[in-house]
């Protein structure tokens, strides 16, 4: 058989459907292509026209759209397109363009219709299987299975064990027929409980890391050390651990946050075997993942900006699925962190090196887990202290801009009050950003911690994590015990007040664009973060996500019984109302926001939106008593 013949037969067997097809078939189907070649922006498939064959993409990228114009696909190498239009009347129903150079295989139209008669795995794939945006039922359900089903259903087998004095070499060959396996590294019991665990022998071992056959090549051979290197020194400390009993969806969120391709799983303390990234993309293949990895995938801002459609119909499936609002701002937050982190790896490739170290953090909904469908971008730098701005602020000033510019590309709008990274003032060295926050600590007042309130929620996305995480302690460790910075943050937090008036019902808005609406984050899920704030750091908690933080407080005498639970339950209930009705705005091509009309809300979801905001008119009213002014009455010193 012909070189480029066996080429085609290759790839066609890589990829469903043809990968079903028995060998006589490939043959035929692969001595049937016919090639083309598209460049980026042309059209390969105008609506209407006659279709007298089944496209498959070699390499490059495809769009696939309505006759109405909203997208309907996208596709990568193996994905086909125009089987509708062959099965209903030979006419192309859904256009396509090419949004990359791409290399088109043709299989005529008689090669499709008598495969379609010969295997009915074939035709069962093209009738059912695809679109992966018609599949409505398949999709719910499989996301729903996302959410339920346990991460330990993934593991095939035990992890492989190697102790952190065995050599790179012996490492090595554990890995010579498993070259896509990782090996979990153990040593002697340490200091950290969490992954201490006795073996069947009653022996204990902490769990050190992982190693890959990548670190061995890039740590070992690359590198020029010697084969005989204990493998413990070049174990990844940044293990990133998983209980079997949590689910697939949370695995994933891990594997995306922390930025990781492989999770320990472990039964209680006990290792019970490891997942990669690609055994979650196994058992779920339309879930964000798809967009995560596009993201991963592109290679220029441009190509990224064309996602901001997918991250909207990802949420929107979320949000059908029933997702609460905790999993789908968690989702959100880690798509947005991913779009971020590739713009600045593309920002560096363009720039050279950073010149000194430094880290790229997030403040506000981004930080804490909690975005929406509406959101802008809130971010700064830590630079190293050795950070001159003569010969430094160059490189940062212009990474700031590439890295904003490319975020609002993106969707994530420039933000208002200016901060970002681009403003000098949130470019600064480690120590200045130290001093910033001993002064907004140490001699605050409301005027002040209006605009610098967002920096207390903070997190690191590129860099080095250690910075942020040094600004993170400080504010935990000196934050609650300033009465004056917690009465100021309090006296901000009563700025903005829940809809409710004398006869409890809702107070109106009319904000000269939608009339007779509510801002749920106005009013709603933003003064109740910064009351949950508050507490937080009067609780001395280190956590960013405001569950998570009620969390903490809970564990705390700060409230009374059960007002940690009706604060969970109303931040859960706005939460996701405003999800909710930015999703049915993007359902009806609307540009969403973050205003509901109550006239438009069932009378039960009314009720339970009520219960909400009276849930923060009280805890409000707490607030105010809790961390007075000094013209305030003194707090009480009984319970809280």
């Known amino acids: 058989m012909d070189p480029e013949i066996l080429e085609i037969r290759r790839h066609l067997s890589a990829y469903p459907p043809f990968d079903a097809l028995d060998d006589e078939w490939l043959d035929q189907v692969a001595e049937a292509v016919e090639i083309a070649y598209f460049r980026a922006g042309s059209q390969i498939l105008e609506a209407s026209q006659p279709i007298d064959a089944l496209y498959y993409v070699r390499s490059g990228a495809v769009e696939v759209y309505r006759r109405s114009g909203d997208l309907f696909d996208r596709l990568g190498a193996g994905g086909i397109f125009g089987h509708y239009g062959l099965l209903r009347g030979g006419r192309v129903r859904y256009p396509a363009v090419a949004i990359e150079d791409t290399l088109i295989y043709r299989i005529p139209a008689a090669t499709f219709d008598a495969l379609c008669d010969a295997s009915h795995e074939f035709s069962d794939f093209i009738e059912l299987g695809r679109p992966r945006l018609e599949t409505g039922g398949g999709t719910a359900g499989q996301g729903s299975e996302l959410m339920s089903t346990r991460i330990r259903k ?112 472990l039964h209680r303390r006990r290792p019970i075997g490891l997942i990669q990234l690609q055994d979650v993309v196994r058992f779920e293949t339309r879930s964000s993942l798809y967009l995560i990895d596009s993201i991963l995938a592109s290679d220029s801002v441009q190509a990224l900006a064309t996602l901001k459609p997918d991250v909207w119909q990802s949420a929107v499936r979320m949000i059908d699925e029933g997702a609460d609002s905790r999993t789908v701002g968690t989702a959100l937050a880690s798509i947005a962190r991913s779009f971020m982190r590739r713009i600045i790896e593309l920002a560096e490739a363009e720039l050279g090196p950073p010149p000194v170290p430094y880290a790229f953090m997030v403040m506000g909904s981004m930080a804490r887990g909690e975005q929406t469908l509406v959101t802008d971008q809130d971010n700064a730098l830590v630079l190293d202290d050795r950070f001159d701005p003569g010969a430094h602020d160059e490189y940062f000033s212009r990474l700031a801009r590439r890295v904003s510019d490319g975020l609002d590309a993106c969707g994530y709008r420039y933000c208002k009050g200016d901060i970002m990274a681009t403003n000098p003032r949130w470019r600064q060295p480690l120590a200045q950003w130290q001093r910033y926050f001993c002064r907004w600590i140490d001699d605050p007042n409301p005027e002040r911690l209006l605009h610098s309130n967002i920096f207390f929620d903070l997190d690191n996305v590129h860099g080095e994590e250690r910075y942020v995480e040094s600004l993170q302690a400080l504010i935990a460790e000196n934050a609650g015990s300033s009465p004056r910075f917690m009465a100021a943050m309090a006296r901000n937090a009563l700025n903005r007040t829940p809809p409710i008036g004398f006869f409890r019902d809702f107070v109106m808005e009319k904000d000269g664009r939608q009339n007779n609406s509510i801002n749920v984050k106005r009013r709603g899920t933003a003064p109740l973060t910064d009351l949950i704030r508050i507490h937080a750091l009067a609780c001395g908690s280190r956590a960013q996500n405001s569950f998570e933080r009620l969390d903490d407080i809970a564990e705390t005498q700060l409230l ?81």
Request: no cysteine.
């Open 560 to 640: 009374g019984p059960g007002v940690a639970d009706r604060l969970r339950d109303a931040l859960e209930i706005l939460s996701h109302t405003r999800l909710r009705h930015q999703a049915i705005d993007i359902q009806n091509d609307r540009q969403p926001d973050n205003n509901i009309e109550p006239e438009n809300v069932p009378s039960a979801e009314r009720a339970a939106i009520k219960d909400a905001f009276r849930a923060l008119s009280q805890a409000q009213k707490f607030l105010r008593f809790r961390y007075p002014m000094t013209s305030d009455r003194p707090a009480s010193t009984g319970r809280g």
């Open 154 to 265: 993934l593991l095939t087998r035990e992890p492989l064990i190697i102790e952190a004095w065995q050599s790179a070499q012996t490492a090595a060959l554990r890995l010579a027929d498993e070259p896509s396996a990782a090996l979990l590294v153990v040593d002697q019991p340490g200091d950290d409980p969490r992954y201490t665990y006795a073996d069947a022998d009653g022996h204990l071992w902490q769990v050190q890391g992982i190693v890959t056959d990548a670190d061995l090549r890039s740590q070992i051979i690359a590198a020029g050390r010697d084969h005989q290197t204990p493998i413990g020194e070049i174990v990844h400390d940044d293990l990133i651990a998983v209980q079997s009993d949590e689910t697939v969806q949370e695995a994933m969120l891990a594997m995306l946050r922390h930025n990781v391709a492989h999770l320990v799983v």
